[in-house]
C-alpha cells in the first residue's frame, strides 16, 4: 500500500518561512514526477511546483505565484519531496498537497497525479 507522509506546515507571519517535507512508502517514485499543489477554502486545488526523476535547477516548474519564493526538491534515496516556502504572503494560506505522478512528465493538473498526501495547513497571518 502506498502512503505519502506530509510533515511541516503551520502558522507563520507574512514574510516568514516554512518548510513541508513528504516522505512516501510502499514503492519508490525515483522515475516518476512529483509535486504539490494547494487548495485555499472555496477554490479549487492548484499547482504550486514539480520535479522531474532529478533534481536540478532545470528540471524544477513553479506556479507564477510562487517562483522565485518557493524551491523544491527530492531526496531519491529517502523518497522524499520537499518544499522551502520563503517570503510567504497571506495569500499563500491553503491546504498544501503533495503528489506524485505515475510517469516522468511533469503535468500542472491534478488529475495527473496518482498519489496524494494527506494535505498540511499553511496559514500566513498578515
Known amino acids: 500500500q502506498v502512503r505519502m507522509v506530509e510533515t511541516g506546515g503551520g502558522m507563520v507571519q507574512a514574510g516568514g518561512s516554512l518548510r513541508l517535507s513528504c516522505t512516501a512508502s510502499?514503492?519508490?517514485?525515483?522515475?516518476?514526477?512529483m509535486g504539490w499543489f494547494r487548495q485555499a477554502p472555496g477554490k479549487e486545488r492548484e499547482f504550486v511546483a514539480a520535479?522531474?526523476?532529478?533534481?536540478?535547477?532545470?528540471?524544477?516548474y513553479y506556479a507564477n505565484s510562487v517562483k522565485g519564493r518557493f524551491t523544491i526538491s527530492r531526496d531519491n534515496a529517502e523518497n522524499t519531496v520537499s518544499l522551502q516556502m520563503n517570503s510567504l504572503k497571506h495569500e499563500d494560506t491553503a491546504v498544501y498537497y503533495c503528489?506524485?505522478?505515475?510517469?516522468?512528465?511533469?503535468?500542472?493538473?491534478?488529475?495527473?497525479?496518482?498519489?496524494w498526501g494527506q494535505g498540511s495547513q499553511v496559514t500566513v497571518s498578515s
Open positions: 503528489a506524485a505522478s505515475s510517469h516522468s512528465a511533469i503535468s500542472y493538473t491534478p488529475r495527473e497525479y496518482t498519489y
Open positions: 520535479i522531474t526523476i532529478t533534481w536540478s535547477a532545470g528540471n524544477t
Open positions: 510502499g514503492r519508490t517514485f525515483l522515475n516518476y514526477a
